[in-house]
């Protein structure tokens, strides 16, 4: 295996995360999270849904017989644990566990069919169906998340056998699809493996992964239409649900060439995977009009369809994007998996171009969505990331079915949890990027790190209380003294912040470049930055086109969105509003779900017992004076079903109760 | 034909509408809608969707030959306008209208069946499969509008032929329904029936066909449940969807016996059709569990599940009711259809007991839900009527989909506008209702009457400017003086009014009687009673735990329910406050749509140029004084497609822009 060269691998360095607050969360997804998922993808957890994941391997290996059960993509619950399992293996060694990895590796070889094919569903199930309905059927997506895994687990191992396995079934792959006469010219549905290619493309130099990646790429959305041709020639059958009358190619981002596309639509997932490899291939193949199709696509979708979450995805109906500036708050979509999926665009965009914004919505996903979508004990999760809950409507206005007022057990279609725990397992990768002789810091989340930098080797050393306190102190510590960059980011949010290097002032006028105060200096040994970002909750208010937050805020402090919930302040939460001019109060809460700051403010509350009967009336009910408690929004749903919300009506400040 | 007794007769007296705004609409309806609607019928109307419905008929008639099309209830259109043209025909004759109606019945009489059956998709595309699923298959709901307009037929020309064909059709039915041993014990899955054969009834005098409603009303939700065993006898397949693995009873309203009933659940037209025909059977048969379980079923819907609009059910899903005090306003279903039943059961529950709330209830889906249904040139419709449209949102967010923001034409399934012929056309009957020798006064739209009150002919004329104006004056003329009661209804939203008999003011306090002021005296020629209810402007607030209106208000002029639009206001509506204090200024303009008073008040609206970019921010965005104005809710829509809302958010008044 040839290597490639170090000027093409866009991970340079190496980060150990030390961090009290996201070492918690690294510790959950390698403690309970992993195993967890382990037993569940063997069936053996009783109070979750079946997976079948394993068994179908079972059956396909010939190790037993019974039909392939689940999803089409059921075979992606494994690969995802496995790449969660290699980061964690790199982060922390574990022989038990790299045993149960191994063994399952051994399965999936034995899955695999002569000519490299891979994929349970139609090794057991449809076997002379193989490649007829890339629409719905996720052949391709499942490969790309193996390629992911064996990318990860060689990585942390050395171990080359699911490699191989990959790269023969890439090899079986590049031998159906592409522009030589007699291939398919097709995509998968579900975009993944374009950017999985890029991995095992920077992973073994090979050009051909590079190749079939921009393949996939470039074919997405061309004329005459793929996908239209191939549902024509399946007498318009789809996997789902039967024949149809109609093939809807935005939902797949295959509705124009990937370079024309300006406006984020479809399923968000696909999207922001498709988004992901666009920009990888726009970095690694210089390929200007794909950069500048990924930042159109960025700009249009951080910048009028994201939540003030990070969340993405404004309906249930196809998980999808809506248009501009349509974001509800209560029907909202804003899956768990498409936040993860912003994040790797993000961290594509900053090796593209060391812009902060990237960061900024890189952070606000991370610590917001993200976050919340896990319960504290790991084994509960939200897909759904609503802005807006009223538990009764969650299970009787069947238009918000999907959102749910707590978080659920494992499912069976088990998406998000192995997209977190990969994630988090991973997260040292976020925290940088290195441009020339800069090294960009993104993320505050503590850590000790080595780059070259400037011909040097350049010991870090990263620590903050992040999200709860603004200091942050960084050490730089090159073997030589040596000049290079060290860039750092002002979070959007931050306003008054202060940077010293050695105890001295950094002057913010002449180093900010794109939203990071960059010191370009001779550094040497033990020198030390020291940043202060004021931490102070405050407010966030929406566009004006954005209708559903109209004459509304929300809290915010730090990179953390707040909300309120009915376990502080009751429930009928939409008779709260908070003071337009009120000051807000910041208590640390030790005993709140593992710790927490607490911010409070005055607000008043409608007096439900001044109304008089009835549905409408002349006469408005009174209200009275409250405080009005607000918690970090990726703790919410934790204490029982009850009623949240981010986004609240603000008021002037109320007198006594009439 | 054996007429039934007047006590019995519960639509007493003769009513002619003199009406300038109601007129109108009546007058449409007879120049414009029948006739459109008969051409559609026929298939002759180039731009609407072809209806099928005289052509099923033909076909089962063995006029021509051809295959079933539409909809499984098709035949009901031919029945609702068969219907309308009767309650047209009694208002004015019209020797070409009638002469079409009785082609039309010659043709149903010669689709009819040896047997007496009738049904147009049971006789053409399975004619084995008569009753074999009430669930789906409207049998007995198609069967109830033709003997709705077989009674409405024979009242108005004293033609009996299709009165003749539904009696033998209901004797079918009565031969295949029943307590009996061998009958079905079953009920259709769409409520209707039961209301017309209590109507009727009504007519015959013929103690059948209450009992056989009666029938119908008791069995349903009896345990083993019908329904559901009919589904399980069919292997649990729908007429839609093909199998299901579950059936909604609730849907139906057949989750519970109908005495049992408290909550408004299910598709909201069945509900209310249902609801119809207990509170006639409640009266008729003097069954106070059922008139119990009535005003249960009133209060919830009318004080927990209705828009301010008079509009019922919350979701499209199903078009049905959802839980208490949830009325979303943007993704509202509110069928002009079920705000037509709720006004049939209005009627319904005035002749059981004289309370005002009623009347107040039937005014309110009248003038707002009902009137706005329908286009200024009665050949467009909205089925679907929210408060609150963004036409964007309607094109491109699924969950609004249903949501409309201009009325559509004729559509394959036009439940809504026939049952707006029927119910304009039949207006006169739901003005008065007599309670011993009183004439309860329920809707103030001008009149010429007769009754016979405490022995004596009583000629009453009534002439108002209503929605306008508050001024009506009421002649009251007994052939011979006479002592009896005059009931004014004295409406909700009236605060202020005064009455005067020949000059004389009337004290209200001793006379108001369930929202009625109740005037009991000896009444002489040509004496004369004079209302004056201020008809001025003013704030609506909802319920606090109606959640979608928390903060907000409606403006309400008499009956009249306002909204503002984008053509008036401009787009971004969600950027505009009223002031909590501001006084209203009403005028007449009498170029907007045929006329109305436009209200206008003082407000605030976000400056969208203040915004510098990104979607949120620290800053809000600066606000200015504007004028706001509102027009009547029932005329939105008729300017081109544009934003629209009713409920508005309060603000303090607002001083200059920053």
Redesign the interface.
Known sequence: MNKITEKKLTQPGNTTIKDEFWGRYIRLVQDVVIPYQYEALHDRVPEAELSHAIANFEIAAGRRAGEFKGWVFQDSDVAKWLEAVGYSLKLKPDPGLERQADEVIDLIGEAQQEDGYLNTYFTVKEPGKRWTNLQDCHELYCAGHFIEAAVAYYEATGKDKLLNIMRRVVDHIDSVFGPEEGRLKGYDGHQEIELALVKLHLLTGNEKYLKLSSFFIDQRGQEPNFLHQEWESRGRITHWSGKTDHIDLAYFQAHLPVREQSVAVGHSVRAVYMYTAMADLALLNGDRALRDACVRLWNNM???Q?Y?SGGIG?????EAF??DY?L?ND?IYAETCASIGLIFFAQRMLRLAPEARYADIMERALYNNVLGSMAQDGKHYFYVNPLEV?P??CS????KHHVKPERQGWFGCACCPPNVARLLTSLNQYIYTVHGDTLYTNLYIGNESNFTLGGTEVAITLESRFPWEGKVSMKVNPEQSGDFGIALRIPS?S?GEEIKVNGEVVSFSESLEQGYVVIRREWKADDVIELNFPMEA??????????AD??K??IQRGPLVYCLEGADNGD?L??I?ISKTGGFMETFDGGLLGGAVVVKTAGCR?D?RS?N?????????AEMPVEVTAIPYYLWGNRGSGEMKVWI?E??RQSLPR
């Open positions: 951080t910048e009028k994201m003030i404004s309906t249930h109906h196809g809506t248009f349509d509800p029907t009223w009764q409507a009787c206005n069947p238009g949010w306003d405050h407010r966030v208010y929406a566009h004006p086109n954005l209708r109209a004459g805020t929300a009928l939409s008779s509003s409608v439900e109304w009967d009835g549905l409408y009336s002349r006469t408005k009910a009506p008021a002037e």
